[in-house]
């Protein structure tokens, strides 16, 4: 089954633990990307990956790292995590537009991150 | 980054054809619409995608005028299962451009 997995799902951290968010996909896809969701806000592109060793910041990287070692696998870090940074993360993966056809995004199902 | 704008909220009744609106005057040449939808606490689900005129799917219709600074997402006859965030979302995702989520229009169907 084409899918994009989170690992954890929920976690709840105290400031300054540094802490990794796993994000898998196994439809070969050559894009990923990490958002955040908070209330009132929509979602907030924190970085995205266009290939291996490829990212760029999105509109809110400060206080994020991420890695692109494998194309499967993009990692969100938190290496000081603070009180602002609780939300719920969504990891997604896509390919790149070939002509005309549709072209979407597959999410995965979130991680709930708390940090006190 | 075209920005875009959408209804913070809308109500229908079962049976009723709804009519989401977005705009998004700053769009570029190469960037396409995209919709999605949202449940609570979950992953968002693309819904439509297109890039003028008019798109129709098994599940909605996308109507995109001839200047491209705006588009209408409708979805005929509502259930109660279509209560959710739908996010009209502007970009070329097929480039390297960072793409940008509005901040969505919450649609509740009543019974």
């Known amino acids: 089954e084409a899918q994009v997995t989170q690992n954890p799902r929920y976690l709840i951290t105290v400031t300054g633990k540094k802490l990794t968010v796993t994000c898998s996909q196994n439809?070969?896809?050559?894009?990923m990307s990490w958002y955040r969701q908070d209330p009132g806000l929509g979602l907030r592109q924190i970085y995205y990956s266009m290939n291996v060793e490829v990212t760029d910041k999105g509109d809110v990287p400060e206080g994020y790292k991420v890695s692109r070692k494998e194309k499967r696998n993009f990692p969100l870090i938190l290496e000081s995590p603070s009180p602002n940074q609780t939300s719920l993360y969504f990891c997604a993966s896509s390919s790149p537009r070939q002509g005309p056809n549709t072209y979407e995004q597959y999410f995965g199902p979130g991680t709930r991150l708390t940090v006190t | 980054l075209a920005k875009t704008t959408q209804p913070i909220s809308m109500d229908s009744y079962e049976g009723q054809e709804v009519n989401i609106t977005c705009s998004h005057n700053?769009?570029?040449?190469?960037?396409?619409i995209t919709w999605y939808q949202q449940f609570p606490s979950q992953g968002p689900r693309f819904i439509i995608q297109?890039?003028?005129t008019k798109v129709t799917n098994e599940v909605a219709s996308l109507f995109i005028p001839a200047d491209r600074k705006s588009s209408t997402l409708s979805l005929p006859r509502v259930s109660l299962s279509d209560t959710a965030v739908y996010y009209c979302?502007?970009?070329?995702?097929?480039?390297?451009?960072?793409?940008?989520f509005g901040s969505g229009t919450q649609l509740t169907v009543l019974p």
């Open positions: 297109g890039y003028k």
């Open positions: 700053n769009i570029a040449t190469n960037d396409y």
């Open positions: 979302l502007v970009g070329d995702e097929g480039s390297a451009r960072q793409l940008t």
């Open positions: 439809m070969n896809h050559e894009y």
